[in-house]
């Protein structure tokens, strides 16, 4: 499966914004996402995951209540709404795909997306 990751941008404090990672193929619903980030000099953290059907989400617990994971099987599509946006949410978020149960470790995760780049400014 091939992912594109797309919503970023320019963005000021206690804005909100909402990524959305659309996926190819025809099995889109077979697997599960997730979300992480980059920051620079930093390692990729995770951020949140939902099962294949949707009815499973799990989130870091420093996002938990500003950050909602959810997604469209028939638009193959993924989304990450962030609320409240923090200076310290500038980052690359990338999208990923398993095929099994996701997690929250980057080698939990079987395909990236190029990344969406998030610039939070005061």
């Known amino acids: 499966v091939q992912l594109q990751a797309c919503g970023g941008g320019l963005v000021q404090t206690g804005d909100s914004l909402t990524l959305s990672c659309v996926a190819s193929g025809r099995t889109f619903d077979s697997y599960a996402m997730g979300w992480f980030r980059q920051a ?3 390692g990729r953290e995770f951020l949140a995951t939902i099962s294949w059907g949707g009815r499973r989400t ?3 617990d420093s996002v938990k209540g500003r ?3 959810s997604r469209d099987n028939a638009k193959n599509t993924v989304y ?3 609320n409240s946006l923090e200076l310290e949410d500038t980052a690359v978020y990338y999208c990923a795909a398993d095929h099994l149960d996701g997690g929250i470790e980057p080698d939990d995760y079987e395909y990236w ?3 969406t780049q998030v610039t939070v400014s005061s």
């Open 40 to 42: 620079p000099g930093k």
């Open 67 to 69: 950050f909602t994971i």
């Open 80 to 82: 990450l709404q962030i």
């Open 113 to 115: 997306g190029q990344g």
């Open 58 to 60: 799990d989130y870091a």
